[in-house]
């Protein structure tokens, strides 16, 4: 149902001169960046590259969210990820640090001030990742060993590579439809589709076309269901009294509209947090295990446990772990930006109030236990949403076709909140038209 409504916005917002030059910036900034994917940093063996990648399928899956930038080891390998860690620790950092709490609160100074702050961060953290990526694909024979001048320069290009996609996300935003960032990740996401489609087709050509239907149907039905819990909300019922001076009298006037509370408030954080710690063990035993062939050791062992490609029923642990983690990250983060947008407070300085509830603590305390109850929806379907890979390979035994929840969830949430926004942009145009 969406897809209808995304083209029909498309087709009416293509009749506006000021929405179609937008819509015209944001493909232009995305073919720039579908052009930087592809300017590979020196030193790569192709032939190597491309056979890790095939072996690793979670390098494959990091790949896919790059836009094949990662395979290609190109100045754009990180994509704009490290933006997003920086983005979340900023998130979870400004409760925590009264010098960021009291920027926060001075409106759009403060806030372009936290986003200055941001910015300065993605750079440590890329030059962190950067450097870890060349490591480990210079460990695999991937990429030449280099000298330590020919190794910096391969991290600023990085760098600047990662700096550069934020821009031009910035851009988007700006200039464009939609969040640029996550349109920047869903162009990369959505440029590995024909290889998915193409490693489809060859599973169907070797005698699995039963799994591969299966597995289609696994996805649409993940799909539907994504849509369904990213739209899904609690309505708050919330009275405002107002008092107008006219004509040298008082009169209070009511009005009444609600608070929309997302049954998935935390998005895919949570995911994102899940395996950064899952995966964290097996990347450290790995630099310490022993060669395939070898007499393995603990950290062997420990690199096959915290491994998404482990055979059941060792590999289970895996999977148990990750959903524990999503439904416990789900629950913190809900906590933690529930805390910052401080709905009671603003509810009280607007003069709002829940019918049959008191302001203050008695509101906090009730919007707290709504947020508690409805998260449990929310933190369950992103575990089982995490844990769909595992589903869909154990069920279907295709193992050429990756099935990504955290592809899935991108895709769906920008296609909706693209929507959204030319729909908005749309009604906005035809009002002024009206007054006009």
């Known amino acids: 149902m969406a897809r209808p409504r995304l083209l029909q916005a498309m087709i009416d917002a293509f009749s506006l001169p000021d929405l179609r030059r937008r819509i015209l910036i944001t493909f232009g900034i995305l073919v720039v960046f579908r052009f930087i994917a592809h300017v590979p940093a020196p030193g790569v063996n192709p032939d190597a590259l491309q056979s890790l990648f095939d072996e690793n399928a979670l390098l494959g899956m990091f790949d896919m969210f790059s836009g ?3 395979r290609n080891f190109s100045v754009a390998a990180m994509g704009v990820y490290p933006y997003i860690t920086a983005t979340i620790i900023m998130t979870l950092m400004t409760p925590v640090i009264p010098k960021l709490q009291a920027l926060s609160q001075e409106g759009e100074a403060g806030r372009n001030r936290i986003n200055l702050i941001t910015h300065w961060l993605v750079i440590p953290l890329a030059g962190l990742a950067a450097f870890g990526q060349l490591a480990l694909l210079q460990r695999e024979g991937a990429v030449a060993s280099t000298e330590a001048l020919a190794t910096i320069a391969i991290i600023l290009s990085m760098i600047a590579g990662t700096m550069f996609l934020v821009w031009l996300g910035e851009q988007i935003t700006q200039y464009g439809i939609g969040n640029g960032i ?8 959505v440029a590995g589709l024909p290889e998915i489609i193409g490693r489809g087709l060859l599973a169907g050509g070797q005698g699995q076309m039963l799994g591969l239907v299966v597995f289609i149907v696994i996805g649409l039905a993940t799909t539907v269901l994504i849509v369904i819990f990213t739209e899904a909300h609690r309505r708050i019922p919330v009275q405002y009294a107002k008092s107008i001076f006219r004509g040298g009298r008082m009169y209070r006037q009511a009005g009444s509209t609600h608070i929309p509370l997302r049954v998935n408030t935390a998005g895919m954080i949570p995911l994102i947090f899940a395996m950064a710690l899952v995966i964290f063990p097996g990347i450290v035993a790995s630099y310490c295990a022993n060669p395939a062939g070898a007499v ?7 690199q096959n446990v915290f491994s998404p490609q482990t055979a059941l029923p060792l590999g289970l642990v895996y999977w148990v772990i990750f959903f524990l983690f999503v439904v416990g990250f789900a ?15 603003v509810l009280q300085r607007q003069g709002g109030f829940i019918p049959g509830i008191r302001p203050g603590k008695q509101t906090a305390s009730y919007l707290s236990g709504v947020i508690g109850r409805i998260t449990w929806g929310g933190a369950l379907f992103l575990g089982f949403v995490a844990i769909i890979p595992f589903l869909a390979r154990e069920t279907t035994s295709v193992q050429v076709v990756q099935l990504s929840s955290f592809g899935m969830l991108i895709v769906v949430g920008v296609v909706l909140d693209t929507m959204k926004q030319l729909e908005a942009q749309l009604a906005m145009r035809r009002y002024e038209g009206f007054l006009k």
């Open 68 to 70: 094949g930038a990662m």
């Open 182 to 189: 996550s349109i920047i990740i869903f162009a990369g996401i």
């Open 296 to 302: 393995p050791t603990f950290a062997n062992a420990i």
């Open 331 to 345: 629950f913190f983060y809900t906590k933690v930006i529930f805390e910052q947008q401080d709905l009671p407070g």
